[in-house]
């Protein structure tokens, strides 16, 4: 269903409308919530939240940008707030930083293959990396979207995504070549 | 290790790690959330509106009883009216210097 479509059907309180906006956004708000929040109880909480928010607000919204990135951009704040209420910061985003994310000691103390070991990576992966590579790849959003729902400039969108996967795939190349000549 | 090869396992891997299992009452708790809200946010709406028509039915109320003068008190006031205004909105003024006053002591000394 269109955008437009599927807003005014909520708005005039038609039934299963609000369930079909859960249903086709539901991926996009896990992949926004996920990186944020690890803990599964309070995950589901916010994932429920944002969209309580979404139909609370859905009024307001006027069509400027697609419902996904005025949705995406709820709840990436959802996650940001929950981050903050936690005590938990963002990761100072300097590219050094990154080294101290990913432990090597972690990755390398049994025989695993490459996709195992990129797994294990991406489980360490700190929110705003996180939350941009899915973006990315999953929601498959451009830089200029990705930009529009994390409010940040694109040069940093761009900048990130750049960094994570260099450091991935430098941590990968070094930690199969030592560990079992895959490459 | 090729480029494509890297992009697809980080994708396969971004994909399994997001498939985070959501309990199986969930749309049914957000369902009753969402019910519950809508019903709380309707007692609100009651609410605003009954205090609304009470405040106004007050303030007519006193308006008639100073039209018909049954508050000696209150209309002897009138005439003051001009007089009380210009004070409250000075204090008022006063105020709010105080408080930019402190505001930006606050922002120095930070």
Known sequence: MEDRQLVKSVLRGNPGAFDILVRQHLGLVIHMVAPMVKNPEDREEIIQDVFLKVHQNLERFRFHSKLSTWIGQIAYRSGLNYLQKKRKKLVALEPEDLDLIFKQEDLSTEQKDASEFIQDLVKQIPPPYGTILNLFYLEEMSHKEIMEVMELPEGTVKNYLFRAKKKMREMLESILEKETGLI | ?110
């Open chain 2, 1 to 110: 290790m090729n480029e494509d090869r890297f992009e697809s396992l980080l994708k396969e891997s971004l994909r399994k790690n997001a498939e985070i299992g959501l309990s199986p009452e969930f749309h049914e708790k957000l369902r009753s959330r969402f019910k519950r809200r809508n019903q709380i946010g309707l007692w609100k709406g009651l609410l605003q509106q009954w205090l609304l028509a009470a405040a106004v039915g007050f303030v007519g109320i006193l308006l008639l009883a100073i039209y018909a003068d049954l508050i000696p008190a209150v209309s002897s006031l009138i005439p003051y009216t001009p007089g009380l205004l210009i004070l409250f909105f000075l204090f008022q003024a006063l105020d709010q210097r105080i408080m930019m006053k402190r505001n930006a002591q606050g922002t120095r000394s930070s």
